[in-house]
Structures are given as structure tokens and as C-alpha cells.
């Protein structure tokens, strides 16, 4: 039995035992966003750390800033170069609660699909990934030496990560860093992501009044810090969808033309598009096509804006503070430091009198990277990736953020690469997140035959 033929039929024959193992890992609401789920981190951390052992792992949790993090190791063939895995076992929060069909952290199972908070977004690809493993060392086949780091708070930034880093990286000392935390091609061709985003957030607070001011009594003569904040933002950009800010391109590495000529050949379907979010892909700047708006340039995006009487009925205030989180998408060769400084300078300079300004949560959760097309190492990828779909992989730039990714090469000295399996329809982020089991097949496919390629080099 080949191994790709012995990779293929390993779900089938242990399926009952793979998703009663998928499922437990789901019921942990591990949300790092959320201080009080800090337990629940813990026991799933203690989980994955038993179930790497029964593979044949060294494993152990590392606290750092009392954040679990899960390391392990595993012995390979002794030429073959050394692998870094990288996942994250955190979820996003469930909100808005009323729009899930079931439990969050109760999955189920419907169709080929399973629904639960995390299935795909990461435990589904990285548990797919460790299933791989365990299909690897049940054939008897070699691996590469295995090297893993599972983050309980990358939705949050991977702060308690990127701090400790220094102080893991000999630990963590690899040739390649293995990421399962992207997607396919629109179209469903299988595909590497030879890109990402940096991203950078902050808070901006603006207060007036010591307390909601009557509307009538003091309309026209006080100054509302909800117009106020709303005029400030709309400076941010020009009429064009631009960015309006002094210094917010400065550095910005231009694309070359070979990474052009490979992003434009990859079909884009407004129509699609439309039907997957409810709206047109008509947002950023004008004059450029969507698959470059979306990856290879950067943004602000206003994430959220509060101010004032919101519920039911009228209440005619002026409102005495106006809230608005933003975040900046960032391209390689941004300092996210720079842009985060540029950013509110700007909006400190357009503060009406009457009105004070606070920026809080000024946070830079990595840059973007872009990765060389031609290394020996996205070629492997691209053979197995090509044996499995019977064409060669879609390259994509992803214009999200995997934040610890950039920390990661720099200090272990790991070549990424990066190959997922998701798709629109798993909803990431949102209620009703899910992960097909052909997609779990296929991340499970991929992780062995790579693995087993590495080995034999």
C-alpha cells in the first residue's frame, strides 16, 4: 500500500475515533478574548498535551504571561529537515448568540459538515494536521524531526507568544515553519498563500460634555462628540479610497511583476463574491482590482462605533463620548509602529475645540510578509498539492493577518510556508462556523504526503 493510499483510507477506517477526538478539542470555548475562559485554555492546552504524548511526542505546557502554550517534539529521519507547526487552539467569541443554529461549543454534525465555534478556524486544520501525523507513524512510514507550537491567543494577537519568543527559540529552531491556517482559492482550487498581511489596531475615545447633555436646551451650542468622532474618520480617507494619512504608505514594498502577473491570472467572480457576503466588492480604492484592494494593499476599516441612545424608543441627547475601533491592515515593508504613530497624529490635529481626544489599545500584532515564489520549498508544496488536485496550486495573498507568523522566522530562522484548506462557506469568525470532513480529508492528505516527501530528502 502506497502512502498516499494508506493517508486516504485512515479517516474512513478510524472515523468514529478521529471525530470523537475533533469534537472533544471543539467543546473547550477557549476564547483568548475573554479573561475568564483562562480555565478553559488551561484544560484544552492539558488535552492536546496528552494526545501529542500518545503520538509519541515530548510535550509540555510552557505558562507565558500565564497564557498556556503547548510545545512538543519528535524525532525524525536524521537528514531530512527539521519542521515547525504552528496553530492555535483559541476561537473567536460566538456573538451574535442568537444567530447560531447550535451550540457554539457543542458540535454537530450535518451532512459532511461540522458546525461548532473553532471547526475550522484553527483546531479543525490544525487537528487535521496532527492527524496526518498520527496516519504517518500508523503506517510506519519516516517523518522529519516534528517540532509544534500550539498559541492560546492568536485570535488576540499572540502577545504572551511574541514576547516570550527569545526565550523559546532554541526550542522552536527549525528549517521550515509549517502553517495550516489559510484557505483555498475562491474557485476550490487547492492553493499556497505566499502572503499576509500586518495588522495594527487602536481605540479612539472622544469625550465632550460631563454628562449627556439635553438636545434641546443645549443643540447648536455644545459640541456632540458622535458628529465630531464620525467628521474625523471620514478624513481618513480621500474621495478616492485612499488613504488620507501623512506617512501611512511610506516604505510600502511595491509588488513585483512576476508576483503581479501570478495574482491577476487567478480568476475573480463579482457575482460570486456578492452572493457568499450580500454585497458588492466595491469597497477600497478605485482603479485597482479587487484581488489587489484585497492583498496587496493596505487599509484602515472602522470595526466599530458606539455612541449615545442606541435601544429601543427616542432619547434626544447630545451624547457626552463617542467610541471607535479601528484597525489597519498593513503590506510588507510598513512599520506598524510608524502607522499606528501616523494614524493618531492624524486624528489628534483634527480634535474640534471643546472636545478631548484619548487613543487606547494602540497594538501592532506583526507586519505583512510576502514569501520568494521560487525556494525549493514552495515546490514540494506545489508537487503534492498538484498530485492531490490533479492541477498545479493557485498562489494567493491572503489580506488577513496570522500575527506571530513574521516572529517566528525571525527568530527560529523558519522558511514559512503556508497551506489551508478553508473556504467561504466555513464562515470563519461568525455564527455557524464549520469545516467540511473533505476538507479535514484533504488537510490530513496534504500534511502526510508533504511530511513524507520531507522525509525522504
Known sequence: MTIDTHLTDYFDKNRERILDDYF???????????????????????????????????????LADDQPLVIAERPGSANAPTVLFYGHYDVQPIEPREQWRSDPFEPVLVGERVYARGAQDNK????????????????????????????????????????????LKRRLAADILLVCDTGKHSSGRLAITAGL???AHLTVHLTGASYDLHSGTHGGVAPNPALALTRMLATLHNADGSIAVEGFYDRLVPLTEAERRQAMSLPFDPGAYQRETGTLPAGGERGLEPVERGSFRPTIEINGLVSGHTGPGVKTIIPAA?????????CPGQSPTHVLNVVSEHLRQRVPPGLK???????????????????????????VLERMGGEPPAILWEGGSIPVVAALWEQTGAAPLLVGFGCGEDRVHAPNESFSLTQFREALRFSGLFLSELAAT
Open 197 to 199: 498581511r500586518g495588522l
Open 24 to 62: 472533544a478539542l471543539l467543546r473547550f470555548p477557549t476564547i483568548s478574548s475573554d479573561i475568564a475562559r483562562l480555565g478553559d485554555s488551561a484544560r484544552c492546552a492539558t488535552w492536546l498535551r496528552q494526545y501529542l504524548r500518545g503520538l509519541g511526542f515530548n510535550a509540555a505546557i510552557e
Open 124 to 167: 479543525g486544520q490544525l487537528f487535521a494536521f496532527l492527524t496526518g501525523v498520527a496516519a504517518l507513524i500508523a503506517s510506519g512510514a519516516p517523518l522529519p524531526p516534528l517540532r509544534i507550537i500550539l498559541d492560546s491567543q492568536e485570535e488576540s494577537g499572540s502577545g504572551a507568544l511574541r514576547k516570550h519568543l527569545p526565550s
Open 357 to 383: 481626544l484619548e487613543i487606547a489599545n494602540a497594538e501592532s500584532h506583526g507586519p505583512g510578509i510576502r514569501l520568494p515564489l521560487d525556494s525549493p520549498l514552495m515546490q514540494i508544496a506545489a508537487d
Open 322 to 330: 463617542a467610541t471607535a475601533k479601528l484597525s489597519m491592515r498593513l
